[in-house]
């Protein structure tokens, strides 16, 4: 179905007409003076750069540079104008969305936000291409609503959080995780009888885990080397409805774990773990003698739908001592409060160091707001997890599966 007219008001003071190709207004570079977040619209529709130009003009603390119709042409203005901030659509003729961040990030490391069509393949590409370099992404509506909130809202707020970034140091953490990861020997299989009284001693325990911006790549390099046993964990990550199926299936491809999206009534399993459904509320609810997984409706809590604070709230209150918290990756604050409830409730939080995060916001805010017990390295994550574990609940007290 073709798009209906693009009828939004230019802002005051432009004058001429939006978009028309490689004539956009904006090309002109603006004055540097302003102090401004500069940014480059990079998208194949000519309706999609119009909008993503208006948001971006109308916001008091950005301008946009510049426009580019595909990735060619992207990589010439990007290299031209040396913008602050990059929007980049992911399917693009000629140069797709993959080949040119590749390119852009080698020639000038600059923030780089995704903008993807909500589709499966839309998310898989754009989970390679968080896991390649770029900081965050946005999903654009087809239509209604929905435009605003992700346009007007969301797209100018990780603009905000992602300017002035480090890209250099994520992608030398990055680089470094994946040769680490390269390097280490394969841990010794564990004993299936060590697995087995894994199982009956973690099954009545839980591990919540919050996290958000940078979260794709931090959660495969957790999963991919945690090991069984370990009791059943439930992941809030900040995404869209048509996003957590793929990051789920991603990630249990990689995993020795079972990685599943959650829906409701899924039962609550040792070596299981459950990603909340992008668009709703993830409670847990006991059932007799099982816990189960329950999708709701409902507000955005801390700014989030999903939200970790909601999940961690309901881990806490179900779980007592026998719930761990870990808060990573993320800007805002969202999980802030649910760890401090499972540290009331009796359980223990850790949270992601500063040092191997994307975003150091909502485990800085855990952190400061003293709802961490321990920080911790990500390159080590699975070895402090599986001995916090085994501290906290096997008879043993070695770590085991690491």
Request: hydrophobic fraction near 40%.
């Amino acid at each position: 179905m073709r798009a209906a007219p693009y009828s939004r008001p230019l802002p005051s003071g432009k004058a001429g007409k939006w978009d028309s190709g490689d004539t956009h207004p904006c090309l002109k570079v603006l004055s540097m003076s302003s102090g401004k977040i500069r940014v480059v619209v990079v998208d194949d529709s000519a309706l999609m750069r119009r909008m993503i130009s208006d948001y971006i003009s109308d916001a008091p603390d950005m301008e946009v540079l510049a426009t580019a119709s595909d990735g060619e042409k992207a990589i010439a203005v990007c290299q031209k104008h040396k913008p602050d901030v990059i929007t980049l659509d992911v399917q693009m003729p000629r140069m797709d969305g993959l080949a040119t961040l590749e390119v852009l990030l080698k020639q000038n490391p600059v923030p780089v936000i995704m903008v993807s069509a909500l589709t499966q393949a839309g998310a898989d590409v754009t989970l390679d291409a968080l896991e390649r370099g770029a900081l965050d992404y946005v999903a654009k509506p087809e239509r209604g609503s929905g435009v605003e909130k992700a346009l007007g809202y969301d797209l100018i707020r990780k603009i905000r959080s992602v300017a002035g970034s480090d890209v250099q140091r994520v992608l030398r953490i990055r680089r470094d995780r994946k040769q680490r990861r390269a390097q280490k020997r394969a841990p010794q299989p564990v004993p299936s009888s060590v697995v087995e009284a894994g199982i009956a001693a973690l099954a009545d325990k839980c591990i919540a885990i919050g996290i958000s911006t940078g979260g794709p790549p931090a959660l495969a390099s957790l999963f991919e080397t945690l090991r069984p046993p370990m009791p059943p964990i439930v992941v809030v990550q900040h995404m869209p409805e048509s996003f957590t199926g793929p990051l789920a299936r991603r990630l249990d491809g990689r995993s020795k774990l079972t990685i599943k999206e959650a829906a409701s009534g899924d039962v609550l399993r040792p070596n299981h773990v459950f990603i909340a459904n992008g668009g709703s509320h993830l409670e847990l609810r006991r059932q007799g003698k099982y816990v189960k997984t329950v999708q709701r409706n409902g507000e955005p809590v801390s700014g989030h739908k999903p939200s970790a604070d909601v999940m961690m709230k309901c881990a806490a209150e179900i779980y007592g001592s026998n719930c761990m918290g870990i808060i990573m990756t993320g800007m805002g604050r969202d999980g802030s409060d649910g760890c401090g409830h499972i540290r009331r409730c009796g359980g223990f939080v850790l949270g992601q160091n500063e040092a191997t995060s994307d975003v150091y916001g909502m485990n800085k805010v855990a952190f400061v707001e003293g709802n961490v017990n321990r920080q911790f390295n990500l390159n080590e994550a699975a070895t402090i997890i599986t001995r916090e574990v085994a501290r906290l609940w096997c008879r043993s007290r070695q770590p085991v599966g690491v």
